[in-house]
């Protein structure tokens, strides 16, 4: 019978930018402790140090994972970095929480899944949309949508203001998990892998569109276009879902068709959108939830993971496709240009001693 501590597991984070700030707020929301924080920017670490007292602060991770007694770990650096801190901290025997992609390529994602399985280190990325208030309703009224038509996520960011070409086509290959995850939760079949056809007007967009077994799946992301939405439209056959994935709430539309319901959409329309993002704030602001709505969610069931010895929110399977499909749109599109983001990549490094 597995023992499970009522101590707080001792959490590090390596990355203590804005989503180390957020990764290291929901560790202590989920009743772990944060008592390691890891940036190559001295001011950095300090400043995020500063809000946890009992956190000693390194360089780097590998410092880190060497010196710091780690009962979990979150990586919350640049994609470029994930594959040598993952593998680093399973050779270590430390669980870790990684910023999506879990690594830049579906053959290193592979390898890292393969290595984590072999050692018995829970690893898993950080798909937290799949952990939102919106997303689980969705889940749950999926039942009412019918057989559904198409399923199509939009996000228009801002978070490339300033940013060259070949960073913002970085930055939208970062953002493709998040639709391809989601699209995953509500398909009944697989992620198709061939059949997508992918355009990339400029650099920071992308549209790809692929049927799945009937189903549409439409994804378009741009670093330009405005205003900033992110939102998934469950459109099926006797309903229709809208996601507002940047808030986290869901609303169901009705598909039965009559003039009055037809003159009257708008205005039910409005007010179902209004109760439910009302209803959402008020969730969130119990929760103290200002950003990243579904990041607190993920992090405690990964924890709950760890503390039982149980099984990845995320599967080692649900993440390997993922990480295909994006490969596959990622080459297609011929985003950044550079090798670096295709997956006929040189095999793998050594298993860490």
Request: aromatic share 4%; proline share 7%.
């Given at each position: 019978e597995t023992v499970v501590s009522n101590e707080p597991l001792k959490a590090g984070i390596v990355g203590a930018g804005l989503m180390g700030r957020w990764h290291a707020w929901a560790v202590q929301k989920a009743g772990s402790a944060v008592v390691a924080i890891a940036d190559l920017d001295a001011a950095s670490r300090q400043r995020l140090a500063s809000r946890y007292p009992a956190a000693v602060t390194f360089a780097d991770g590998e410092s880190m994972l060497a010196q710091a007694p780690l009962d979990v770990l979150h990586v919350c650096t640049s994609s470029s970095t994930h594959y040598g801190l993952v593998q680093s901290a399973i050779g270590a025997g430390v669980p870790v929480l990684v910023e999506k992609p879990l690594a830049p390529t579906a053959t290193e994602t592979t390898h890292l899944l393969d290595l984590a399985r072999k050692r018995d280190v829970l690893i898993a990325p950080v798909h937290q949309f799949l952990f939102q208030d919106g997303v689980v309703r969705a889940h749950h009224l999926l039942a009412q949508v019918g057989r559904i038509v198409r399923i199509e996520q939009t996000v228009c960011s801002a978070g490339g203001a300033g940013s060259s070409g070949e960073q913002l086509d970085t930055i939208v290959a970062d953002i493709l998990p998040h639709p391809l995850s989601l699209m995953q939760l509500f398909l009944r079949t697989p992620l198709?892998?061939?059949?997508?056809?992918?355009?990339?007007?400029?650099?920071?967009?992308?549209?790809?569109?692929?049927?799945?077994?009937?189903?549409?799946?439409?994804?378009?992301?741009?670093?330009?276009?405005?205003?900033?939405?992110?939102?998934?439209?469950?459109?099926?056959?006797?309903?229709?879902?809208?996601?507002?994935?940047?808030?986290?709430?869901?609303?169901?539309?009705?598909?039965?068709?009559?003039?009055?319901?037809?003159?009257?959409?708008?205005?039910?329309?409005?007010?179902?959108?209004?109760?439910?993002?009302?209803?959402?704030?008020?969730?969130?602001?119990?929760?103290?939830?200002?950003?990243?709505?579904?990041?607190?969610?993920?992090?405690?069931?990964?924890?709950?993971?760890?503390?039982?010895?149980?099984?990845?929110?995320?599967?080692?399977?649900?993440?390997?496709?993922?990480?295909?499909?994006?490969?596959?749109?990622?080459?297609?599109?011929?985003?950044?240009?550079?090798?670096?983001?295709?997956?006929?990549?040189?095999?793998?490094?050594?298993?860490?001693?």
């Open positions: 198709p892998q061939e059949g997508w056809v992918v355009l990339r007007p400029r650099c920071g967009e992308l549209h790809a569109l692929c049927d799945a077994s009937g189903t549409t799946l439409a994804i378009f992301i741009s670093m330009e276009a405005r205003p900033t939405v992110c939102t998934l439209d469950l459109i099926g056959t006797d309903a229709t879902i809208h996601l507002n994935l940047y808030h986290g709430y869901a609303v169901i539309e009705p598909g039965r068709a009559s003039r009055t319901r037809k003159v009257t959409h708008p205005f039910r329309s409005a007010a179902g959108t209004l109760a439910a993002a009302s209803l959402n704030l008020a969730r969130r602001a119990l929760r103290s939830e200002a950003a990243y709505p579904g990041l607190l969610g993920l992090v405690r069931a990964f924890h709950h993971a760890v503390r039982t010895h149980g099984e990845s929110p995320i599967s080692a399977a649900q993440t390997a496709e993922v990480a295909r499909v994006r490969d596959r749109l990622v080459e297609d599109a011929g985003l950044v240009g550079g090798d670096r983001w295709l997956p006929n990549q040189p095999e793998a490094g050594p298993e860490p001693s």
